[in-house]
Each structure stands twice: as C-alpha cells, then as structure tokens.
C-alpha cells in the first residue's frame, strides 16, 4: 500500500486493529468461525451469481470508468466482481471470502440515480474495506459466536469490536473520498442515503448536516431502570451516525493529509491529529454514555452533570422548575432534586472537578454539551449562565466552540 493511501486510516481504526488481532478471545472467534466456514465456499457470492446480475464493460461502460478510477487513485489491483439488484432503495454493499475476488453490490435504484461522482464515492468506500483489511475479522459474527461455554468473546472486547467497526466505516469513506476527490460529493452521496431523496428538493449544506451531531450530543437520554444493553444502546451498530460520518468526511477533506493524498502538499489545512480528535470525540456518542452505564466512573460524571447543572442553573438567581426539569430529562427524578441549598452544591462541584477532568474528553465534552440543556430551559441562554459554563469547560479542559456549536445547532435550524 502506498504511504500516502495508508495515512488516510483512521487512527482508532488502526490502533483497535492491532489491539483486537493480538486479544486471545478474538483469536479463538477466528479460529471457530475459520473451522465452520471451511468447505463452504463463498457462498454469498454464489447466490448473486444466481439472482443478481454480474455486471461487465458493456453492459455498464460508466461503472467500468468508475471502477478504473477508483483502482487508480487507491492502487488497488485485486480482482473485483460487480454485481446488480433489484432493489427500491439506495444500497450498497461488499464481501469477501477467504479466495476469490472482492464483491461488490449496488441496488438498481442506486446506480441508476448516482451520479459519476457520487458512484466513484461508493465504489472507493466499498473497496477501501479490502484495502484496509477489514474482512480480516468478521463481523458481526466475531463478536457473537459461541462455544458450549458461551460467547468466546468477552462483554468488554465485544463493545470494542463494535467501535472498531464503526472507526474502518471512517476509514472506508476515506477511501471513497479519495475516489471522488471531493468532499460535496460525498455528503451529497451520504445526504441522499439518508433522505432517499433523488433530486432533493433541498440543497446540501454540508456544514448544517454535519451540525446535527451537536444537537444529538445534548439530546436527553436519561434512564430510571436499568435496562438491557443489547436492546437499547447504539454501541453495538457496527456503522456510525450519519452526521457522525458526515463531520467526519468535512474535517478530512480540510486536512493536510487529504491535501497530501491528492498531490497538493502545504501546510494549509488541519493536521492529522486534529482531524483524529474530530472523528473520536464524535465516535464517542455512541459508546455507552454516563447517563447509560452504571458504574462508578459513570456515577461520578452523572453527579459531576448535577452539580454543574446546579450551578448553571443558579448563576443569574433562584433554580427554576424548567431548569430542574432538565435536569431530571437527563438524569432521571431520583437524582436530580431541587436543592435545599445550591450554594452547598456548586462547592461540591468545586471538589468534584478535578476528577472529571480525568475523564475521557469524549465523555467531557457530552457534559458540557448537557449543560446547554439546563441553560436553555426557560427558552433564553442568560449571560451569567453563558459564563458559568464557560468556567467550567476551561476548568475540564474542553474547547469554549463546544458550547457555541451546540447552543447553534439546537437554535431554530431554519433561522
């Protein structure tokens, strides 16, 4: 793989990479799901072969550009097979077995409605799977396949393996935004997926569809039983959200390393550990939040929220019932009670607050998110409740831009 294309990786995609292949319970799924595979052949393939249409240059002459294209700009020279179905939807997918050449499946419904531009985005996300070796551990599979004794895979690594999945989806548009060389293109490929629209009857504004992740960020989730994981938490969705992908597309086509991929060169532009921190903080969401888990680390955060709330919502006066409902949508109604007396409380965020600073900036960031929440309960952000929280993202090391993105995005969109 050249240099330059092996740069575009997703960090945590890389590192996770590494750390998951050397885990001994992920080894053994492999191992498992390598002894029942055997024999099989590639079965998927197999049945497009028998229900699909295998495309070839004359039959669709612009997928055969696109595809050249796309082997060009990531130096890809594996076989690849190309293969249509009748679908309504938008759709788009890719496998591979353990011989054989790269699959890759569009619905009819897509390849007759994209773009060259838009296709060349798909085909380059499809491929950059194998360029990256993402089937080198199956999934969902690796994850959940079981021996008498149960899942082989431990609870921890399982959350792991999801957030590696969603971090290779980063890394694959990437590669799809190296095919389409531009970052408009992409979201416009992504803002059809998600609207199903055609011709949309609304323009694409990249930067406002990425701002949905601010307003996600802050958006209540609180939980007053305990719940099953399995049933309620995004952090076993092997792709992230779409504003998540979106934002994280923007940042990388404004980066060096784009720049750096393409020929441009310079010093223009983010640099590659800025565009990381973009991407992880906003992967972040979908792991189990604090307002979710029930540990003592979660625990701690969530009475950090509570104090800080307090103190927000007593800068400019009395607590209010809007405020304190807040706080309750956040945290449920057995820990978030009017205070006898908020003074004592905003010194107990005093003490708290050097504990919070040790936490991931992920889940400081979601915090100060959170406050916003408490500001803008009564409709109106007062200067003193600004100020309040913009103490307190210095005091935890987050940028003051969160608190302006967020109280942006959650602001009338069509102002």
Same mark, same amino acid.
């Given at each position: 793989?050249?240099?330059?294309?092996?740069?575009?990786?997703?960090?945590?995609?890389?590192?996770?990479?590494?750390?998951?292949?050397?885990?001994?319970g992920v080894s053994?799924?492999?191992?498992?799901?390598?002894?029942?595979?055997?024999?099989?052949?590639?079965?998927?393939?197999?049945?497009?072969?028998?229900?699909?249409?295998?495309?070839?240059?004359?039959?669709?002459?612009?997928?055969?550009?696109?595809?050249?294209?796309?082997?060009?700009?990531?130096?890809?020279?594996?076989?690849?097979?190309?293969?249509?179905?009748?679908?309504?939807?938008?759709?788009?997918?890719?496998?591979?077995?353990?011989?054989?050449? /790269?699959?890759?499946?569009?619905?009819?419904?897509?390849?007759?409605?994209?773009?060259?531009?838009?296709?060349?985005?798909?085909?380059?996300?499809?491929?950059?799977?194998? /360029?990256?070796?993402?089937?080198?551990?199956?999934?969902? %599979?690796?994850?959940?396949? =079981?021996?008498?004794?149960?899942?082989?895979?431990?609870?921890?690594?399982?959350?792991?393996?999801?957030?590696?999945?969603?971090?290779? =989806?980063?890394?694959?548009?990437?590669?799809? /935004?190296l095919c389409c060389?531009?970052?408009?293109?992409?979201?416009?490929?992504?803002?059809?997926?998600?609207?199903?629209?055609?011709?949309?009857?609304?323009?694409?504004? /990249?930067?406002?569809?990425?701002?949905?992740?601010?307003?996600?960020?802050?958006?209540?989730?609180?939980?007053?039983?305990?719940?099953?994981?399995?049933?309620?938490?995004?952090?076993?969705?092997?792709?992230?959200?779409?504003?998540?992908?979106?934002?994280?597309?923007?940042?990388?086509?404004?980066?060096?390393?784009?720049?750096?991929?393409?020929?441009?060169?310079?010093?223009?532009?983010?640099?590659?550990?800025?565009?990381?921190?973009?991407?992880?903080?906003?992967?972040?969401?979908?792991?189990?939040?604090?307002l979710e888990e029930?540990?003592?680390?979660?625990?701690?955060?969530?009475?950090?929220?509570?104090?800080?709330? %307090?103190?927000?919502?007593?800068?400019?006066?009395?607590?209010?019932?809007?405020?304190?409902?807040?706080?309750?949508?956040?945290?449920?109604?057995?820990?978030?009670?009017?205070?006898?007396?908020?003074?004592?409380?905003?010194?107990?965020?005093?003490?708290?607050?050097?504990?919070?600073?040790?936490?991931?900036?992920?889940?400081?960031?979601?915090?100060?998110?959170?406050?916003?929440? %408490?500001?803008?309960?009564?409709?109106?952000?007062?200067?003193? =409740?600004?100020?309040?929280?913009?103490?307190?993202?210095?005091?935890?090391?987050?940028?003051?831009?969160?608190?302006?993105?967020?109280?942006?995005?959650?602001?009338?969109?069509?102002?």
């Amino acid at each position: 793989m050249r240099p330059e294309i092996a740069a575009i990786q997703a960090r945590r995609d890389r590192e996770l990479r590494s750390e998951l292949t050397a885990d001994r319970g992920v080894s053994k799924a492999l191992a498992r799901f390598e002894d029942r595979a055997s024999g099989w052949g590639f079965r998927q393939r197999r049945a497009l072969l028998a229900e699909a249409i295998r495309l070839n240059r004359r039959m669709a002459p612009q997928v055969a550009a696109a595809l050249a294209d796309c082997r060009a700009a990531l130096g890809f020279d594996l076989p690849v097979e190309i293969y249509l179905r009748p679908e309504p939807v938008y759709n788009a997918f890719c496998s591979r077995g353990r011989a054989g050449p /790269l699959v890759i499946g569009f619905s009819s419904r897509l390849l007759d409605e994209f773009d060259d531009g838009e296709l060349r985005f798909v085909l380059g996300h499809e491929i950059g799977h194998a /360029l990256f070796d993402h089937f080198g551990i199956p999934m969902p %599979i690796t994850a959940t396949i =079981e021996d008498v004794g149960g899942t082989l895979v431990s609870r921890a690594v399982q959350l792991r393996l999801f957030v590696w999945c969603r971090a290779a =989806e980063v890394s694959a548009d990437r590669a799809g /935004l190296l095919c389409c060389r531009d970052p408009q293109v992409g979201a416009t490929a992504f803002f059809k997926l998600a609207s199903g629209l055609a011709r949309p009857s609304v323009q694409t504004d /990249l930067d406002a569809f990425a701002a949905q992740i601010d307003s996600l960020a802050s958006t209540p989730s609180a939980m007053n039983e305990r719940v099953n994981d399995d049933d309620t938490l995004d952090c076993f969705s092997t792709h992230p959200y779409t504003p998540v992908r979106v934002r994280a597309l923007v940042a990388f086509g404004r980066s060096r390393p784009f720049r750096s991929a393409m020929g441009a060169g310079g010093d223009e532009g983010l640099t590659a550990d800025e565009v990381e921190q973009v991407v992880e903080r906003d992967l972040s969401l979908m792991e189990p939040s604090y307002l979710e888990e029930r540990t003592a680390e979660s625990e701690r955060m969530r009475r950090g929220l509570y104090c800080a709330g %307090i103190a927000v919502a007593a800068a400019h006066g009395d607590v209010s019932q809007s405020e304190i409902g807040a706080l309750r949508a956040l945290l449920g109604a057995r820990e978030a009670v009017m205070p006898s007396d908020p003074r004592a409380v905003v010194e107990e965020l005093d003490r708290l607050i050097g504990e919070l600073a040790s936490a991931p900036l992920g889940r400081r960031a979601q915090l100060v998110q959170h406050l916003t929440v %408490i500001a803008g309960a009564d409709g109106h952000v007062a200067e003193e =409740e600004y100020a309040v929280m913009a103490d307190i993202a210095t005091r935890l090391a987050v940028p003051q831009e969160i608190i302006d993105q967020t109280l942006h995005a959650s602001a009338a969109p069509m102002d």
